[in-house]
């Protein structure tokens, strides 16, 4: 792995080196605690941000750490290591969605039918971001998490989810119309175009 | 005045903490992993010598893979022979002679030294090929069920 020293990176995108890696495969749990020091971190942001609680971020971080010492034998370094890893989180919370039956209809007009309603917005938390995220339809969050914040193409959630992608892009349309009315509940039909815009 | 494209961004979700999960959390996996590791050696043990031979029979019996074309730097074929040699040295796990396993040690400390202080591709190399040849002696040893001896 080419590593450029003078490079910041942050979360999934940080590099560990091959020897690191190397040691981890071999079971040495050292280089496991390194990964872990490296690595938990995003893991547990993204799960806390799709998932909305401590406790069932913890197991996400715990069930994600206990595969990595397993499955990282098998990790070629086809992908960097941080984007192998992010799926396995990213996989890791879907099954825990799923577990709580938590997975909502395929139909995006069912799937937005139970949210809270625009009246609801309360003024104490109307720009408490995490609040409001967590009253997004469990699928729609992990929606706009994964594409706004980590980075998935509408076309790599399609594969995730077994759908179109125009599937997500009306996911990810009406959960930015949702927040927008939760945070400004006097405007209405205003165009909202993702930030930043990927295909 | 037209009214400012609305984006993620301009909703602060952009802004969205991070978190850290609790100190406590990594010696709780540590201690499920280890939980995992000897409940798995149990079941090894248990399976016993028929397992080992079956292993050993089957990797007589059938022809080996066909090799893959190697691609990239001198370096990345040396960690790919690499990881290729542990994956056969798992296989061989229960084998490990204590001498081997120092030697080993060794060459990856010396390989995470230079790592650590950003050593270039040139100095990798040797010690990447240093830590191959130990795992194919142990590979070998384990093989002849002998001791490393290296002189």
């Keep these: ?199 | 005045m037209a009214e400012p494209e609305l984006s993620l961004k301009a909703l602060r979700l952009a802004a969205l903490p991070e978190f850290d999960p609790p100190p406590q959390l990594w010696a709780r996996i540590e201690a499920a992993h280890l939980r995992r590791r000897q409940r798995r050696r149990l079941v090894q043990w248990g399976a016993g010598m028929a397992a080992v031979l079956t292993f050993a029979a089957l990797a007589t019996l059938l022809p080996s893979a066909p090799t893959v074309p190697v691609n990239g730097s001198p370096l990345a074929q040396l960690q790919r022979q690499s990881h290729e040699l542990e994956q056969r040295y798992a296989g061989l796990d229960g084998t490990l002679a204590d001498d081997g396993e120092t030697e080993l040690r060794a060459a990856e400390l010396a390989l995470q030294r230079a790592y650590d202080r950003g050593a270039p591709a040139e100095e990798l190399l040797p010690l990447w090929q240093q830590r191959n040849e130990v795992l194919s002696s142990l590979i070998a040893v384990a093989a002849d069920g002998a001791q490393l001896t290296r002189i």
């Design chain 1, 1 to 199: 792995m080419d590593m450029n020293p003078t490079e910041i990176r942050t979360g999934f995108a940080q590099l560990v080196d091959e020897m690191t890696l190397a040691r981890a495969r071999r079971g040495d749990v050292a280089a496991h605690a390194t990964l872990y020091r490296t690595y938990a971190r995003p893991c547990y942001t993204l799960a806390m941000r799709v998932l909305g609680s401590s406790a069932a971020a913890e197991d996400i971080v715990q069930d994600v750490f206990l595969k990595l010492m397993d499955a990282i034998r098998q990790y070629r370094g086809d992908a960097p290591f941080g984007a192998w890893l992010k799926r396995m989180t990213v996989n890791a919370a879907i099954d825990q969605l799923r577990s709580q039956r938590h997975i909502d209809p395929d139909d995006p007009e069912l799937l937005f039918a139970n949210a809270a309603e625009p009246g609801n917005t309360l003024a104490a938390d109307a720009y408490d971001v995490m609040g409001l995220l967590q009253r997004l339809p469990p699928r729609a969050r992990l929606i706009l998490v994964l594409h706004e914040l980590e980075g998935y193409t509408h076309k790599e959630l399609a594969e995730l989810f077994g759908q179109t992608e125009s599937y997500s892009k009306s996911i990810l349309s009406r959960s930015l119309r949702r927040l927008q009315e939760w945070l400004r509940p006097d405007t209405t039909e205003v165009e909202i175009s993702p930030w930043p815009s990927r295909s």
